[in-house]
């Protein structure tokens, strides 16, 4: 099976900064693109950034300036710089991956468990 891991999470204040990681392990052959997605309480959930296995990255109109995302292919991790901070991206941040487990498998998502991020006014 494949796992990610979140951590970096936390409470901050408005304008100030936090650093997301998310490392993929298991039965891993390849990785398409990896991302992050919040959810708010009530909200649907959103994408946030998505990177390729090239460094091709997308990014929600919301975050574009402040955030920024990055991946270490050779770790299998992914990583979100949150800077400028607003109370509005306060939400759980959820890791995702594109994962082929071996030769001729399918492409398969996987999701992290999550890790809260609080923005206080």
């Known amino acids: 099976q494949v796992q990610l891991v979140e951590s970096g999470g936390g409470l901050v204040q408005a304008g100030g900064s936090l650093r997301l990681s998310c490392a993929a392990s298991g039965s891993i052959f390849s990785i398409n693109a990896m991302g992050w997605y919040r959810q708010a309480p009530g909200k649907q959930r959103e994408l946030v950034a998505t990177i390729t296995s090239g460094g091709s990255t997308n990014y929600a109109d919301s975050v574009k300036g402040r955030f920024t995302i990055s991946r270490d292919n050779a770790k299998n991790t992914v990583y979100l710089q949150m800077n400028s901070l607003e109370p509005e991206d306060t939400a759980v941040y959820l890791c995702?991956?594109?994962?082929?487990?071996?030769?001729?498998?399918?492409?398969?998502?996987?999701w992290g468990q999550g890790t809260q991020v609080t923005v206080s006014s």
């Open positions: 995702h991956a594109g994962v082929v487990r071996w030769l001729d498998d399918p492409l398969y998502d996987y």
